[in-house]
């Protein structure tokens, strides 16, 4: 079992910026391709961006490419999501997921909620405008 914690969440006005972290505990954190979701009021769960367990693969929804940026450090246990320019439409539940160990495959990443196995309990960002 993997343990996903959120955090960073918050209310902030369009046009900052804000840094999520997601911290895992329970197995290895560098076997996990991690990625970023997020639900809006009203709205089906939506994937935001993802990294490879390697961390040298990245991949965005084109609504956030060039405002938001996903890493990870495995010394940390710590995946992060800093976002700028931030817009009213981000507004949503944030969560953080897992991806169970792909063998041979350490740039994989996906962009489906089925792909994942582990998720966190989510973490609130508002933007006001």
């Known amino acids: 079992q993997v343990q996903l914690v959120e955090s960073g969440g918050g209310l902030v006005q369009a046009g900052t910026s804000l840094r999520l972290s997601c911290t895992a505990s329970?197995?290895?954190?560098?076997?996990?391709?991690m990625a970023w979701f997020r639900q809006a009021p009203g709205k089906e769960r939506e994937f935001v961006g993802g990294?490879?367990?390697?961390?040298?693969?990245?991949l965005y929804a084109d609504s956030v490419k060039g405002r938001f940026t996903i890493s990870r450090d495995n010394a940390k246990n710590t995946v992060y999501l800093s976002m700028n320019s931030l817009k009213v439409e981000d507004t949503a539940v944030y969560y953080c997921?897992?991806?169970?160990?792909?063998?041979?495959?350490?740039?994989?990443?996906?962009?489906?909620?089925?792909?994942?196995?582990?998720w966190g309990q989510g973490t609130q960002v508002t933007v006001s405008s």
């Open positions: 997921a897992a991806r169970s160990f792909v063998p041979y495959r350490p740039y994989d990443v996906r962009n489906r909620e089925s792909d994942y196995d582990y």
């Open positions: 990294i490879s367990r390697s961390g040298g693969r990245q």
């Open positions: 329970g197995r290895t954190f560098s076997n996990f391709a």
